[in-house]
């Protein structure tokens, strides 16, 4: 069952309207749905896909040969049988081929022609130049290692630089889009669900795995999906990203494990891995913009331009829980699993926590607060720290997130403790103090006092 992707679809179908030739990259990690986006797409289409395996191109082209004479026999004259001699030749032929008619043409995995043959990217670029003018087919690239692919298409001195007309980053499914899909699939309660969001993200692919695995108890689904001795998660992260990294993952690693252990600034990050300031500085860099693995943040009332107050994080939910639980016990879980195990349950929880101050954040991004918020955010200042802040230039609002079943005098205490720190905040207007919690007393009577208060069902709705 094909779930979701409305926007993509919508974005492809509307570039597959424009007239003439158009270009298009759709890119992002490895499982994310980028085939089963594409193959929807296809559906009632003129359309060839073909999957750039790590073959000879001469065994390629006689797999892609099948393909053309199946999907265009019938626009073809009888005696024609398509048969290419080179990579060239077929895409001279696909070009031509589209001047009366539009056709979609897929290479998935395309950066793996860097090893079918290099040399196709330059007269790639020849072709498309030459004819893209008089024909129409709307090309479309999908790759799997950010990395590469940005490589690929914005090296200034690569063939392929500025040719390409649209960019699709296919991300994870966001929070609320793989509670539908998992609900569609299986019966679940949603704490259990943050629970396996937590490890999982949103990756459809990661998700799929949370019917066959989950027995009513979410500790037990972890288990058996990283921990177990054939569990099929425990070296995923690894598989994906030595690929993406290449020779020098290690310092990489070495520096995503930082993160997932808390170590956000440049100098924590330095201080854990032992890798010099320049070198960390870089690293850091290239794991933010052109990796896209880490995201930078700032205290939400600093101009992120300016500010030398920064954190970062690990962008996805499964590589953070990857590298914190997985990756950092590499040996200890080859010698001692029952040990790790142990050691994972009782810091899940503070894990689970963290992610469900992330959700909180973009829960509060679309809710209603009696204004529109600028910013939304995270705000820390010397040991200081407020789960969300939200504001406009009248209005601001202030919430504390707990994954924790609350009592109202717990409520009530940090909600004392919340105005306090409001008094540190350099905002003036019009404050309001919120809870988010996964479930508390009195949702109603803090509501009438004037509190904000939401709690997980309010959250996951
Ligand atoms: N929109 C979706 N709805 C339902 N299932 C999906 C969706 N997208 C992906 N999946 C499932 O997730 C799995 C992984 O998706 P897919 O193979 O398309 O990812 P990919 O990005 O092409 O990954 P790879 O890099 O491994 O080729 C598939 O088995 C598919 O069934
Ligand atoms: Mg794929």
């Given at each position: 069952?094909?779930?979701?992707?409305?926007?993509e679809?919508?974005?492809?179908?509307?570039?597959?309207?424009y007239p003439?030739?158009?270009?298009?990259?759709?890119y992002?990690?490895?499982?994310?749905?980028?085939?089963?986006?594409?193959?929807?797409?296809?559906?009632?289409?003129?359309?060839?896909?073909?999957?750039?395996?790590?073959?000879?191109e001469?065994?390629?082209?006689?797999?892609?040969?099948?393909?053309v004479?199946?999907?265009?026999?019938?626009?073809?004259?009888?005696?024609?049988?398509?048969?290419?001699?080179?990579?060239?030749?077929?895409?001279?032929?696909?070009?031509?081929?589209?001047?009366?008619?539009?056709?979609?043409?897929?290479?998935?995995?395309?950066?793996n022609?860097?090893?079918?043959?290099?040399?196709?990217?330059?007269?790639?670029?020849?072709?498309?130049?030459?004819?893209?003018?008089?024909?129409?087919?709307?090309?479309?690239?999908?790759?799997?290692?950010?990395?590469?692919?940005?490589?690929?298409?914005m090296?200034?001195?690569?063939?392929?630089?500025?040719?390409?007309?649209?960019w699709?980053?296919?991300?994870?499914?966001?929070f609320?889009?793989?509670?539908?899909?998992v609900?569609?699939?299986v019966?679940?309660d949603?704490?259990?669900?943050?629970?396996l969001?937590?490890?999982?993200?949103?990756?459809?692919?990661y998700?799929?795995?949370?019917?066959r695995?989950?027995?009513g108890?979410?500790?037990?689904?972890?288990?058996?999906?990283?921990?177990?001795?054939f569990?099929?998660?425990?070296?995923?992260?690894?598989?994906?990203?030595?690929l993406?990294?290449?020779?020098?993952?290690?310092?990489?690693f070495?520096?995503?494990?930082?993160?997932s252990?808390?170590?956000?600034?440049?100098?924590?990050?330095?201080?854990?891995?032992?890798?010099?300031?320049?070198?960390?500085?870089?690293?850091?860099?290239?794991?933010?913009?052109?990796y896209?693995?880490?995201?930078?943040?700032?205290?939400v009332t600093?101009?992120?331009?300016?500010?030398?107050?920064?954190?970062?994080r690990?962008?996805?939910?499964?590589?953070?829980?990857?590298?914190r639980?997985?990756y950092h016990?590499?040996?200890a879980?080859?010698e001692?699993?029952?040990?790790?195990?142990?050691?994972?349950?009782?810091?899940f929880?503070?894990?689970v926590?963290?992610?469900?101050?992330?959700?909180?954040?973009?829960?509060?991004?679309?809710?209603?607060?009696?204004?529109?918020?600028?910013r939304?955010?995270?705000?820390?200042?010397?040991?200081?720290?407020?789960?969300?802040?939200?504001?406009?230039?009248?209005?601001i609002?202030?919430?504390?997130?707990?994954?924790?079943?609350?009592?109202?005098?717990d409520?009530?205490s940090?909600l004392?403790?919340?105005?306090?720190?409001?008094?540190?905040?350099?905002?003036?207007?019009?404050?309001?103090?919120?809870?988010?919690?996964?479930?508390?007393e009195?949702?109603e009577g803090?509501?009438?006092e004037?509190?904000?208060?939401?709690?997980?069902?309010?959250?996951?709705?």
């Amino acid at each position: 069952m094909f779930y979701d992707r409305g926007r993509e679809l919508e974005k492809l179908n509307e570039v597959y309207s424009y007239p003439g030739s158009s270009f298009i990259v759709i890119y992002g990690r490895r499982r994310v749905g980028k085939t089963t986006l594409v193959r929807e797409f296809l559906k009632d289409k003129l359309a060839l896909y073909f999957f750039v395996g790590e073959k000879d191109e001469a065994l390629l082209l006689e797999e892609w040969s099948r393909e053309v004479e199946e999907r265009l026999s019938s626009h073809l004259p009888p005696y024609v049988k398509p048969k290419f001699g080179s990579l060239e030749e077929l895409m001279e032929f696909l070009l031509d081929f589209s001047r009366e008619r539009t056709l979609v043409v897929v290479f998935d995995e395309f950066q793996n022609f860097r090893t079918v043959k290099p040399s196709f990217f330059s007269s790639l670029q020849r072709l498309w130049d030459e004819k893209k003018n008089s024909s129409n087919v709307m090309l479309i690239a999908v790759g799997s290692y950010v990395g590469m692919i940005k490589r690929i298409f914005m090296g200034k001195k690569e063939p392929l630089f500025g040719r390409v007309d649209e960019w699709i980053k296919l991300k994870p499914f966001d929070f609320w889009t793989a509670w539908g899909f998992v609900r569609s699939l299986v019966d679940i309660d949603s704490r259990h669900f943050v629970e396996l969001y937590s490890a999982l993200g949103g990756m459809p692919r990661y998700l799929l795995y949370i019917p066959r695995y989950y027995r009513g108890n979410s500790i037990d689904a972890v288990k058996g999906l990283f921990f177990d001795e054939f569990a099929p998660l425990r070296e995923e992260g690894l598989n994906i990203l030595k690929l993406e990294f290449g020779r020098f993952y290690r310092s990489y690693f070495s520096i995503l494990e930082a993160v997932s252990l808390g170590r956000v600034t440049p100098k924590e990050i330095s201080d854990k891995t032992g890798l010099k300031p320049l070198t960390v500085g870089k690293y850091l860099s290239e794991l933010t913009n052109h990796y896209e693995y880490l995201t930078k943040e700032v205290p939400v009332t600093e101009n992120p331009l300016k500010t030398r107050k920064v954190a970062y994080r690990i962008s996805d939910e499964f590589f953070n829980f990857w590298f914190r639980f997985i990756y950092h016990n590499y040996t200890a879980l080859e010698e001692n699993p029952e040990r790790v195990f142990e050691r994972f349950k009782a810091e899940f929880p503070a894990f689970v926590g963290e992610t469900y101050e992330r959700i909180a954040r973009e829960f509060v991004k679309k809710q209603d607060l009696g204004f529109k918020p600028e910013r939304v955010g995270r705000w820390w200042h010397k040991g200081e720290e407020i789960d969300v802040v939200a504001y406009d230039r009248e209005n601001i609002a202030l919430f504390e997130v707990k994954w924790k079943s609350l009592s109202l005098k717990d409520v009530k205490s940090i909600l004392k403790a919340l105005d306090r720190k409001a008094q540190l905040l350099p905002l003036r207007g019009h404050y309001k103090l919120g809870i988010i919690a996964r479930e508390f007393e009195d949702k109603e009577g803090l509501r009438e006092e004037g509190f904000l208060a939401f709690d997980l069902d309010d959250l996951i709705r």
